[in-house]
């Protein structure tokens, strides 16, 4: 009788854990590659999550020799908030979104852009990925 109330708790707990983490289908609205190479780069400070979700935020990053050398490394946004993921790279390789297994092929010099929104809450690394090189992290919160 005590092994069937314990088993009982159990599955209860793993029902209660399931709901809370249970992973959320990313959406992605447009990944494209960016004709202009007149970005500009944001300084290499984060910034506080945005009040609003009215427009996309526009996020700039630079990468140098497999490191980022312009732009946060720490990406803070509020859960609904559509991104724009602007990227140049001087090597060839891909970026990575971890959490949102988002990628984006990235060309010597030459602008690219993601966009999507960013719909589930928590921290997520970004890195290229042949590279095997960690650039920041995406940090959520929730609304």
Do not use: C
């Not at 910034?47 to 490394?73: C, K, N």
């Amino acid at each position: 009788m005590r092994n069937a109330l314990y088993l009982l708790v159990a599955v209860a707990a793993l029902a209660g854990l399931y709901s809370v983490f249970r992973w959320q289908a990313p959406t992605t609205e447009a990944v494209s590659a960016a004709s202009s190479k007149d970005a500009v780069p944001l300084p290499p400070t984060a910034s506080a999550p945005p009040a609003s979700a009215a427009a996309d935020t526009a996020v700039e990053l630079r990468i140098s020799r497999g490191m980022l050398v312009s732009g946060p490394s720490v990406i803070k946004l509020v859960q609904g908030d559509p991104v724009d993921l602007r990227i140049v790279s001087d090597t060839a390789d891909e970026l990575h979104l971890h959490g949102y297994d988002l990628h984006l092929q990235l060309h010597p010099d030459l602008p690219a852009s993601l966009h999507f929104i960013a719909n589930r809450s928590g921290r997520f690394t970004y890195e290229l990925h042949h590279a095997h090189q960690e650039l920041g992290a995406l940090e959520v919160y929730p609304r």
